[in-house]
């Protein structure tokens, strides 16, 4: 049984940054791929970013050249960087493994002058 909790989100300004954990209970941070989503108000919930255990990535276009994401295998821990905030940014923002699958019980990220 594996467990995944999101931290290190909050109320950011237009153009600030944030940096979201994603800690796993277990070892599977290495062993499979690695996803954040995000789920904003009245909206479907999306794909933000991927990472497989080889180290590709793939990027939702609203966020390519602003958000990384990133792992720690040592810490059993996933990463998202998000730089240049905007507005439509504001989401809750999910953990996913995808094998094994779980998910993470969201952080909420709020962007707001």
């Known amino acids: 049984q594996v467990?995944?909790?999101?931290?290190?989100?909050?109320?950011?300004q237009p153009g600030g940054s944030l940096r979201l954990s994603c800690a796993a209970s277990r070892s599977i941070?290495?062993?499979?791929?690695?996803?954040?989503?995000?789920?904003?108000p009245g909206k479907q919930r999306e794909l933000v970013a991927r990472l497989t255990r080889?180290?590709?990535t793939n990027y939702a276009d609203s966020v390519a050249g602003r958000f990384t994401i990133s792992?720690?295998?040592?810490k059993n821990t996933v990463y998202l960087?998000?730089?240049s905030l905007k507005p439509d940014d504001t989401a809750v923002y999910f953990c996913n493994s995808e094998y094994p699958?779980?998910?993470g019980?969201?952080?909420q990220v709020t962007v707001s002058s």
């Not at 467990?3 to 950011?12: D, K, M, T």
């Not at 941070?29 to 904003?40: D, F, K, L």
């Not at 792992?71 to 040592?74: E, G, H, L």
């Open 29 to 40: 941070v290495s062993i499979g791929v690695m996803s954040w989503y995000r789920q904003a």
């Open 71 to 74: 792992r720690d295998n040592a």
């Open 81 to 83: 960087q998000m730089n």
């Open 101 to 103: 699958l779980y998910w």
């Open 105 to 107: 019980q969201g952080t």
């Open 3 to 12: 467990q995944l909790v999101e931290s290190g989100g909050g109320l950011v």
């Open 54 to 56: 080889g180290g590709s």
